[in-house]
């Protein structure tokens, strides 16, 4: 599966954006899409994740209550809705799959992880 991920941009805090991972060449069905971020000088780190067939989300503590994942079946594409964005929400969001298949998990792990998209930058002032 190919992913493209956008909805980038420039936002104050305290403000929200809408990130998008749309799928190609196949369906999400079976997968788990998780949002991982990047910011300057830090390692990659999990956001949020949702299994596609269920519904099921887990989110990190540090976006838990503010950013929400969501996916629309029709579009066949993942959204992460970041609402009272922090400063150090800044860096560069992707989103990945996992195969899970028939199994429950969810992982946080990013090396559980294949097909990245190729990001989308997220800047939010203070």
């Known amino acids: 599966v190919q992913l493209q991920a956008s909805g980038g941009g420039l936002v104050q805090a305290g403000g929200y954006l809408r990130l998008s991972c749309a799928a190609s060449?196949?369906?999400?069905?079976?997968?788990?899409v998780g949002w991982f971020r990047q910011s300057p000088g830090k390692e990659r780190e999990f956001a949020a994740a949702?299994?596609?067939?269920?519904?099921?989300?887990t989110y990190a503590d540090s976006v838990q209550g503010r950013f929400t994942i969501s996916g629309d079946s029709a579009k066949n594409t993942v959204y992460l809705q970041m609402n009272s964005l922090k400063p150090e929400d800044t860096g560069v969001y992707y989103c990945?799959?996992?195969?899970?298949?028939?199994?429950?998990?969810?992982?946080?792990?990013?090396?559980?992880?294949?097909?990245w998209g190729q990001g989308t930058l997220v800047t939010v002032s203070s």
């Open positions: 060449g196949r369906t999400f069905s079976g997968y788990v």
């Open positions: 949702i299994r596609w067939s269920g519904g099921y989300t």
């Open positions: 990945a799959v996992y195969y899970s298949g028939f199994s429950s998990n969810v992982p946080s792990d990013d090396r559980l992880y294949k097909s």
